[in-house]
């Protein structure tokens, strides 16, 4: 796993300018938008008391750009390393197996992740969307957050044959209804209530709701523990399949 994220890191070393806005900067300015802007247009009592749009926002919006991030980073690039690049191929001519190589892809993401969520973290700050040190938690559940959603969708790449459209279809009707239905920006009590439990079923949901828990101190310790037990399952659920994938696609 650790020749993967060294190789990894000497690609990215390179072309990190390219990939700062859209990991990091890009959360930021969505914040300063929606939070400042638009938050000053919400009425009072759309949101719980005592805290302002972009304190309600910004657990959400940390949410959502490392969910983004991890879709991204586990989707085209995965298939890249199959099919294009065709790099775990040579690398599954040493003696790294398919199971370190999916191990080690997937530390790396852990490790982007981790660098995006603490530049949003630090660029928050300075607009006033943390209440407390709740945050210094809030990061780390961010990218556990985010790991849980990219292990299935590296499992995903794994199975796919075709040129990546489905990895478009994947963000435009899955990733971005959660972002925009599932308590981002409003209270999953506004939606019909025909449609709530839908809205439960979505990571981002039970990412919204621990993040923002924890920055609010407004989550029970019972919810807590099982928004926590979701994202777990997934990311174990993920780990499994995906190491079963790629090893079934590179082991002739």
Wanted: aromatic share 12%; charged share 10%.
């Amino acid at each position: 796993m650790g020749l993967r994220i060294e190789g990894q890191w000497a690609w990215y070393r390179r072309y990190w300018r390219a990939n700062l806005y859209s990991s990091g900067l890009q959360p930021v300015l969505f914040l300063g938008a929606m939070g400042l802007g638009f938050g000053s247009q919400v009425k009072a009592g759309s949101i719980p008391d005592g805290i302002t749009y972009l304190q309600y926002i910004a657990p959400a919006l940390l949410v959502s750009g490392v969910i983004a991030t991890a879709v991204n980073e586990s989707g085209h690039p995965v298939l890249s390393g199959f099919k294009w690049k065709r790099d775990y191929v040579a690398i599954s001519a040493t003696p790294i197996t398919p199971e370190q190589l999916f191990g080690g892809q997937l530390l790396w993401i852990v490790i982007r992740l981790a660098v995006s969520a603490g530049i949003y973290g630090v660029a928050a700050l300075f607009f006033g969307a943390w209440t407390g040190p709740g945050v210094l938690l809030a990061l780390p559940l961010a990218v556990l957050i985010g790991a849980a959603c990219a292990a299935p969708v590296m499992a995903f790449a794994a199975t796919t044959r075709g040129e990546g459209h489905a990895f478009v279809a994947l963000n435009r009707f899955v990733v971005l209804p959660m972002t925009l239905f599932a308590g981002t920006f409003f209270p999953v009590d506004r939606l019909p209530a025909v449609v709530q439990p839908l809205v439960w079923l979505s990571p981002v949901w039970h990412g919204n709701e621990l993040v923002r828990g924890v920055t609010l101190d407004g989550l029970a310790p019972l919810p807590a523990l099982g928004h926590a037990l979701f994202l777990l399952a997934m990311l174990v659920a993920g780990v499994y399949v995906g190491r079963r994938r790629f090893r079934r696609r590179l082991v002739i």
